[in-house]
């Protein structure tokens, strides 16, 4: 019975504000324009945050004719925020978005807008990054960038640069996707940053700082990525930061960090599936449990796969947990087969012969692989020696005996 006038009264702010949006404009009634950029503003955030696809297209249409009474920047730069927020809007489909960047690509160069054309373009090409058209979004960016390099327009070069690492990281390129990652931020240095990019940044920084395992540098322009997403209203983007946090904490063997995180102030509303299957690996973790692992990576296997970045360090996660397990069970024993090894650890003999290799050549593990009678033997850790440390510095020492004696030598004679 109260949702009702809810209702209706948002039903009649709605109608109140295209009211205003649809009425004619003087551009010299300042107080008129002021107003109806406002409305404008206010409709957008509604339909927005109730996700009306079909409200969001038919106000960016309905703005077009306004934008010739405000001046070019202004009126750019609030097409713009719509384009962003319809982009944004997670019930309309890949196609919707596309179509809707296009035509008014098309209506910007119609009307000879050039620098709108581009920004357009830059959310074009954002959307075939989204579709992992990669090649094609490289094709686009290089011309793009050439023009915008010659206007100086410094806040779309940004975007453009950035979106060219995305695209580079994802096809392996890292060095020239941290390369293109250096420009965007040395160009946001030089301009006013917006919060959404200044977000977004810092998430690209930190996906490369976690594919270099600094763990540590990663978590922190994480945590700067969802801040900054979670106080513009992207409620997305501000989920994926905050699930790369999580992963961080669990790469770092910090897993119990990860319940004091999920239930802090800001993550509190961000629950759902994915924070669900963090949390579900930090347990495992922490209870250094490979079936518990397994059991995870089985329930939670869509939210995991659909992320390609979650993926290739779930692999991380895996290796660490096989590795504590293995060195948890080999402890007690000084020289121990390998099938009996794999039987206590419920793995094949070959992955645990393989594993313990690579942990022998790691120096993870102190000991060798008997191959003739298929068994490690272990090593005790030795007590560290430091005769030759003591013996370096002994040389220095008398090194520096040598050039004083000698310097004095050199006064007498």
Request: charged share 30%.
């Amino acid at each position: 019975m109260d949702t009702a006038p809810d209702a209706g009264i948002a039903y009649a702010v709605d109608t109140d504000l295209q009211e205003i949006i649809d009425e004619n404009t003087d551009p010299k009634d300042l107080d008129a324009v002021k107003r109806k950029e406002k409305a404008i503003m206010t409709l957008c955030e509604e339909h927005y945050k109730i996700g009306n696809v079909e409200g969001l297209r038919e106000l960016i249409h309905s703005v077009k004719p306004f934008l010739s009474v405000v001046s070019k920047a202004k009126g750019g730069k609030l097409f713009k925020h719509l384009i962003d927020r319809f982009v944004d809007l997670e019930k309309a489909t890949a196609e919707e978005k596309v179509e809707m960047c296009q035509s008014c690509i098309d209506w910007a160069k119609e009307k000879k807008r050039s620098f709108l054309r581009q920004a357009l373009e830059v959310r074009l090409i954002s959307l075939h990054l989204d579709a992992e058209e990669f090649q094609d979004c490289l094709a686009a960016i290089k011309p793009l960038l050439n023009e915008l390099k010659k206007l100086d327009d410094r806040q779309l070069l940004m975007e453009v640069h950035l979106m060219e690492s995305k695209a580079y990281f994802a096809l392996e390129n890292f060095p020239k996707s941290r390369a293109a990652l250096v420009s965007a931020r040395t160009t946001a240095n030089s301009i006013y940053c917006p919060p959404r990019m200044q977000a977004a940044l810092d998430l690209q920084s930190g996906v490369l700082h976690a594919q270099e395992r600094d763990l540590k540098t990663a978590y922190s322009y994480f945590y700067e990525a969802f801040e900054g997403y979670d106080s513009v209203d992207i409620p997305r983007e501000a989920m994926r930061a905050l699930k790369y946090m999580l992963l961080c904490k669990i790469l770092l063997e910090q897993a119990s960090d990860v319940p004091s995180i999920v239930t802090g102030k800001l993550a509190l509303k961000y629950n759902g599936v994915y924070l669900d299957a963090m949390q579900a690996i930090a347990n495992a973790a922490m209870n250094r449990s490979l079936a518990d692992f397994q059991q995870a990576l089985d329930d939670f296997a869509d939210s995991l796969n659909a992320d390609v970045i979650v993926q290739s360090h779930v692999g991380d996660v895996y290796d660490s947990l096989l590795e504590q397990n293995l060195l948890k069970l080999i402890e007690p024993f000084s020289r121990v087969e390998l099938d009996h090894l794999a039987s206590l650890i419920d793995l094949p003999m070959s992955q645990v012969e393989k594993k313990l290799s690579q942990m022998i050549l790691d120096r993870k593990l102190l000991g060798i692989l008997d191959q003739g009678a298929n068994c490690l033997e272990v090593f005790e850790e030795e007590a560290p020696d430091d005769m030759y440390d003591k013996t370096l510095q002994m040389l220095a020492s008398t090194n520096v005996v040598v050039d004083a004696l000698y310097k004095k030598a050199e006064k007498i004679m």
